[in-house]
């Protein structure tokens, strides 16, 4: 079964940083971009960062630029998010999803469960 | 940023009706239009991709349709499974600014 399963989520201070993981199996990772996209009730679904299938290519909203860092291990099939300088608007249930096909704009075809990033003093 | 904009809110239907939900973008996206569904306490599932074709295992009653800045979701025949948010996404601005409408709630009647 084709699944995409986070980890890394916690509450942290404002400032704070974070690495959320992405952990994948039983899909080729290595040929597929991938996203982060988080949720919340008041601004729902945004999109924040792609990878290219290689890690060459990446793209962020412009409200985490220079903030957030996004990467992947093909080797391992893990896709990470490495969040510095944390807002309490970066508050948010943040999913993995891979691309459906190999561009990077593209559908979102597979979801993970998510993982609750709380920033808060 | 293409803002998307869907219509409406909320909707209450009965199971086994028709229900058509609706997807504006402020500007032109082709046809390179997705939609998801998002049941209580799940994550979002891609129903449509490509304005118009179904996901892996989507039932036939969902259908999409539209291009440029009009988009459609129809389901036909509601099954008490389909009460969930409904999101339209647009992934054809460069460089990515992928963008997601407010979504649909479908509701019981």
């Known amino acids: 079964q084709l699944q995409l399963v986070e980890s890394g989520g916690g509450v942290v201070h404002p400032g704070g940083s974070l690495r959320l993981s992405c952990a994948a199996s039983?899909?080729?990772?290595?040929?597929?971009?991938m996203h982060w996209v988080r949720q919340t009730p008041d601004r729902g679904l945004e999109w924040v960062a792609v990878t290219s299938f290689d890690g060459v290519n990446k793209y962020y909203r412009d409200s985490v630029k220079g903030r957030f860092t996004i990467s992947r291990d093909n080797s391992n099939n893990i896709l990470y998010l490495q969040m510095s300088n944390l807002r309490p608007e970066d508050t948010a249930i943040y999913y993995c999803a891979s691309a459906l096909w190999k561009q990077v704009l593209d559908a979102f075809e597979i979801w993970g469960q998510g993982t609750v990033v709380t920033v808060s003093s | 940023e293409v803002v998307m904009t869907q219509s409406p809110d909320t909707l209450s239907v009965s199971p086994g009706e028709r229900v058509t939900l609706s997807c504006r973008a402020s500007?032109?996206?082709?046809?390179?239009l997705a939609w998801y569904q998002q049941r209580p306490g799940q994550t979002p599932r891609l129903l449509i991709y490509?304005?118009?074709t179904r996901a892996t295992n989507i039932p036939g009653r969902f259908s999409g349709s539209g291009s440029g800045t009009e988009f459609t979701l129809t389901i036909t025949s509601l099954q008490s499974e389909d009460f969930a948010v409904y999101f339209c996404q647009q992934y054809d601005d460069w460089p990515p600014r992928f963008t997601f409408g407010q979504g649909t709630r479908l509701e019981m009647k």
């Open positions: 500007h032109s996206v082709s046809r390179n």
């Open positions: 490509g304005a118009s």
């Open positions: 039983h899909f080729a990772f290595s040929e597929h971009p």
